[in-house]
């Protein structure tokens, strides 16, 4: 059951760490007035804070997509005594 959770909670942070990048860009886009028709067209404190989204939607995904550590301390081998 252990690998089925850190899956799942992998594939979340992936997933949110993409939404947070795609919605950090259209901030960062609407505060640079790359994306017009908004409140926030034009408006620099967008900007900021779609890049500060963006940093931390990379993050989520680098966290998620990192590969889990192999070979635990405390594990002797399968089977084995643990500590």
Do not use: D, H, Y
């Amino acid at each position: 059951m252990g690998n089925v959770n850190s899956r799942v909670g992998r594939i979340a942070l992936i997933v949110i760490g993409v939404i947070a990048v795609i919605i950090g860009g259209v901030f960062a886009g609407q505060g640079t007035n790359l994306i017009p028709g908004s409140f926030m067209t034009g408006n620099r404190m967008w900007l900021f804070i779609g890049l500060i989204v963006v940093i931390v939607g990379i993050v989520l995904l680098v966290l998620g997509l990192r590969r889990p550590k192999t070979g635990r301390r405390g594990k002797s081998g399968p089977g084995g005594p643990r500590v």
